[in-house]
């Protein structure tokens, strides 16, 4: 067996809420003055926390950013996403193949809150696969793109970081898991442009790959092969 563990994303890699989550955010942020477009909004924001750009938002809107706005953000999100989420395509089967493989030598290692990992894995039909082994940033002294949460699952699995596999999709996560020593699996989804594809392999993605049903072979090979 090539790894000792897999660690897996959550948002944009699991579960499709990146649209979900970033199109209430810029609506958010436009009430407080902050007009941008979808694409902007993602750019700024996807693979990061709301509360690590405090900074950029305050100077932005003019306004601070107070744990009530924090705390509406995340409840507009959690309605939305009890609503409207879907998996990612081939997710849910690839999570079941490699479970099949790896049993509790699984995780997910998430830069979100834990509620809304665990919504998001109830909604899904997920959480079978992950409970007991779900890891929020928001729980460690730094967020991705720093290696903290990573580093926190491996162990907790008695995994070696450079035996473990990190399924990502953005350059934040992808920074993340070449930090803690893995091997970095980068979700690209069909229609992705070039030069996003290719920021993910800069950031140090060992495999760049666009079906999430194509995961559980990808896993199996002797050496990770760009793609």
Known sequence: ??????????DGVLVDSEPITNGLLRDMLEER??????EECVRLFIGKAVKDERALIEARTGQ???EDWLCAFRERRNAALERDLQPIPGAVSAVAEVHAVYGDR?????????????????KT???PYFEGRIFSGHEMPRSKPAPDVYLAAAQALGARPHRCAVVEDTVTGVTAGVAAGAWVYAY???GTSPSAARALWQ???????????ALPALLAVAEPVNA
């Open 1 to 10: 067996m090539r790894f000792d563990a897999i660690l897996f994303d959550c």
């Open 33 to 38: 003055g902050w007009a941008m477009s979808p």
């Open 64 to 66: 601070p950013l107070t």
């Open 106 to 122: 699984i995780a997910c290692a998430s830069g979100a809150d834990r509620f809304k990992v665990e919504l998001q894995f109830r």
């Open 125 to 127: 039909g997920l959480m």
């Open 188 to 190: 690209v989804p069909p």
């Open 203 to 213: 950031a140090g993605a060992s495999h760049l790959f666009e079906d999430m049903a």
